[in-house]
């Protein structure tokens, strides 16, 4: 009777160890949605933790076409590529999952495989990982949002919001924008040398920016001012020649740059 339990107990062991239901592990090759033209993404995902008893030597459990998941709901939707040696936590489904993948029909019975459960073969992938993959920071605090090129996006605990864009020329990217939602409400927007900052259309009114059009108006007219302590009867040539000298200096060092908004 003894030997009888143990051989059943050994029996209901080896049932449940053939049983999967959440699996880490990394892609090894994906299909994008460009290639299937079904807006969806199979990857061939290597298993990380296999089917193996143990004491055995490490084995490889590979998965063709498993599905990647993506966060989607009310018509809204997060969508990443799949790429090789992504980080990804495989679901094993409780029942065969090729009907579903089919047609998407609540109901339906797989005939073939309908006793499968819990198998590695009803893999589906979801973009989880335990380690942030490179570009991400060491350590946040908020939510953070990028790609290989670094953080884009991110909202500290603060309640301050700061949009990046990189740009890598030989080297690291590096911010050439920034764009900042500070909690007090002021919104502060930088840009490297060379790059302007455009707000509005091309029917939008060009607004001249008024200190740079201010210092060169002034050293203008002190230039003309000055020049008008000559000679009676040169005075007027004088101030206007020393003017239009002083201003074409002026908005040669500081040229009144415009930008393009819209308001009232």
């Given amino acids: 009777m003894t ?18 239901t959440v699996v880490p592990g990394r892609v090894q090759s994906a299909v994008d949605a460009v290639e299937t033209g079904l807006r969806e993404v199979n990857a061939t995902f290597e298993v ?3 089917d193996l008893i143990a004491g055995q030597a490490g084995d490889t459990t590979v998965q063709p076409d498993a599905p990647v998941m993506n966060l989607t709901s ?8 799949t790429s090789p040696d ?29 006793k499968r459960s819990k198998k590695l073969s009803d893999i589906m992938l979801t973009p989880f990982a ?35 864009k990189r740009s890598a020329t030989g080297g690291a990217p590096t911010p050439v924008a920034t764009v900042a939602l500070e909690s007090g409400g002021s919104v502060t927007i930088d840009v490297v040398d060379g790059q302007s900052v455009n707000v509005g259309g091309a029917l939008a009114v060009a607004l001249t920016k008024w200190q740079a059009l201010s210092t060169a ?17 040169t005075t007027g040539k004088l101030a206007f020649e020393a003017a239009k000298e002083a201003w074409d200096i002026a908005i040669g060092l500081n040229p009144p740059a415009t930008m393009k908004a819209k308001g009232e």
Avoid: K
């Avoid at 009310?74 to 590529?81: Q, S, T």
């Avoid at 090729?98 to 309908?114: C, H, L, T």
């Avoid at 108006?217 to 009867?233: H, K």
């Fill in 130 to 164: 335990i380690t942030a993959p490179t570009g991400a920071p060491e350590q946040w605090d908020g939510l953070v949002l990028g790609g290989p090129s670094g953080v884009a996006l991110q909202v500290d605990s603060n309640g301050v919001v700061t949009i990046t």
């Fill in 48 to 50: 990380g933790i296999p």
């Fill in 86 to 114: 992504d980080e990804m936590l495989g679901l094993c489904a409780d029942r065969s999952i090729g009907p579903w993948r089919q047609s998407r029909a609540v109901g339906s019975v797989d005939v073939i495989n309908g």
């Fill in 217 to 233: 108006m002034t050293a203008m007219l002190e230039a003309g001012a000055f020049a008008g302590t000559g000679a009676p009867g």
């Fill in 3 to 20: 030997q009888g339990n143990e051989l059943h107990a050994q029996l209901m062991r080896a049932r449940e160890y053939e049983l999967r």
């Fill in 74 to 81: 009310g018509g809204f939707f997060c969508l990443m590529p």
